[in-house]
């Protein structure tokens, strides 16, 4: 059971940093700078905070699970 929450976690903080990059790298193709603003303000603030809470919850969760605690000694190893 365990294993499968680790996984969980993982699959959990990998597809929110996705999102988040996807939605901060996106570019926007309205037209009319009125929807283009608002389209380009709604996706950045939520592409920070999709990032802020990958970044909260990874921090909360490395004390607790060995698997996620592993991959960051294993990526940043110095």
Known sequence: MKKAISIL???ILALMGSVGVL???GE???EAPFTFFLHFLFDKVFA???LAVMVYLAARWIDKDKWLK???EWCCAD
Do not use: S, T
């Open 28 to 30: 926007e193709q309205d």
């Open 23 to 25: 939605f901060l790298l």
């Open 70 to 72: 592993a991959i960051v």
């Open 48 to 50: 920070f905070a999709m």
């Open 9 to 11: 976690r993982i699959a």
